[in-house]
């Protein structure tokens, strides 16, 4: 009988993102209509598509061995699970979100100081409550089903929402006050699942390919040819991670350089290693990169 992992992979905003993530990690993920489990091409792997906010409440209850959840939600939740590893990606792609407080453009409010006695909309409520403990403001707390935006100034004075533009809270004339929360995502496991060697072992797996992904991520790797008189001239303007790799031709005087680089910073450099002499340029997308 096959061992099987449980995962929890995160329904709603995060959900494109992370099947990109594991397609660059080189699985074959798909989702059934009407179901919760997904399909994946390792016969070891379970996963089921869960919300995000429920996730590590099921890892530290070991229905789930792992899965993939927010900071946000794991300070929220206030679990007990092993974090595995950070993996800094959001619903746009590579980075963090914020939880910041907002407020109407117009409000006298500036500072979580002048809080003080008022009311507070937000879905995260246990980590907004620790936000003012800190500040030394009391002010109530309250939880909010959705439409966090609309609610200000006629239900509530302010409000704390998740961002990674702003433009939502622009859109509905809020202004930020303060950072809340900054979070990203992170692999987390049931600390039993954790002490089992199969499992570990293959949670330890997982981790290095979708590190790998996440590195790969916005990256791309060139390749070129230069001569020995123009060598210098090149590697002047190539950046890497950590130096080019360089490698005799079987022509004499003439070498092979490959360097990691971010994508966006190919379509300038191209042109500049031509110029410096740079030979058969060839640019090619990563999936990985490990470290």
Do not use: C, H
């Amino acid at each position: 009988m096959v061992r099987k992992l449980r995962f929890g992979f995160p329904k709603g905003s995060l959900e494109e993102m992370t099947l990109e993530l594991f397609k660059r990690a080189g699985f074959r993920i798909e989702r059934r209509e009407r179901s919760y489990n997904l399909f994946i091409d390792d016969e070891e792997l379970e996963v089921l598509l869960i919300r995000t906010q429920e996730i590590p409440l099921y890892v530290e209850k070991g229905v789930l061995d792992a899965g993939l959840a927010g900071n946000d939600w794991i300070l929220e939740r206030g679990v007990q699970v092993e974090r595995i590893k950070e993996l800094a990606y959001a619903k746009r792609g590579l980075g963090s979100v914020r939880w910041v407080l907002a407020v109407p453009v117009n409000s006298l409010i500036n500072r979580a100081e002048d809080l003080e006695g008022k009311r507070i909309a937000t879905e995260l409520v246990e980590v907004t409550k620790a936000y003012l403990k800190e500040k030394g403001v009391r002010a109530e707390v309250e939880f909010s089903w959705g439409a966090t935006e609309i609610k200000p100034p006629s239900l509530v004075d302010a409000i704390v929402e998740l961002t990674e533009t702003g433009r939502s809270l622009e859109a509905n004339n809020l202004r930020i006050v303060d950072t809340v929360l900054k979070s990203t995502t992170w692999l987390i496991a049931n600390k039993s699942s954790w002490e089992d060697s199969w499992k570990r072992e293959k949670i330890e797996a997982l981790t290095i390919l979708l590190e790998g992904a996440v590195n790969g991520m916005g990256k791309v790797g060139l390749k070129l040819n230069v001569s020995r008189e123009n060598l210098k001239r090149v590697m002047s303007i190539l950046p890497a991670l950590k130096k080019p790799t360089i490698s005799s031709l079987s022509e004499e005087g003439w070498y092979a350089l490959e360097i990691v680089l971010d994508e966006r910073k190919a379509r300038e450099l191209i042109p500049q290693i031509k110029k410096a002499g740079g030979e058969g340029i060839v640019e090619y997308p990563l999936n990985k990169v490990v470290y």
